[in-house]
């Protein structure tokens, strides 16, 4: 992995009827480790790694950028149309190619959509 960003990927699998999704749907987000790092620092008895701390940041970042491509429940987390958060050992080339769909606070978001080899 980066020593400055983790790279996570989320899968997305829409509940909602007016949904066109296909089920390869991602949302990719480059984090930088010091925000790790800090939450570390501010929750100091907590012992989660630093994968776990990542999903804890980066869930509703995930779930912005895919409700701005496709309709989720008022609960994806519950309805698990947000999962299978997985962390990744480098950027994802597909992350070069364009600009990103979510900026704040130096964390950045992909919303990956069907036909996109990743």
Not at 91 to 116: H, K, M, S, T
């Amino acid at each position: 992995m980066s020593q400055q960003f983790l790279y996570g990927q989320f899968k997305v699998t829409p509940k909602g009827t007016l949904t066109r999704a296909t089920g390869s749907e991602t949302v990719a987000v480059e984090l930088p480790v010091r925000h790790v790092a800090d939450w570390k620092l501010q929750r100091p008895a907590r012992y989660l790694t630093d994968e776990e701390i990542a999903i804890e940041l980066t869930q509703g970042i995930a779930i912005a950028v895919a409700d701005r491509f496709v309709v989720l429940t008022g609960d994806p987390l519950k309805e698990r149309e947000i999962h299978s958060a997985r962390f990744l050992p480098e950027r994802l080339p597909i992350l070069n190619e364009r600009d990103c769909d979510y900026e704040d606070n130096a964390i950045r978001a992909w919303f990956i959509g069907p036909g996109v080899l990743i």
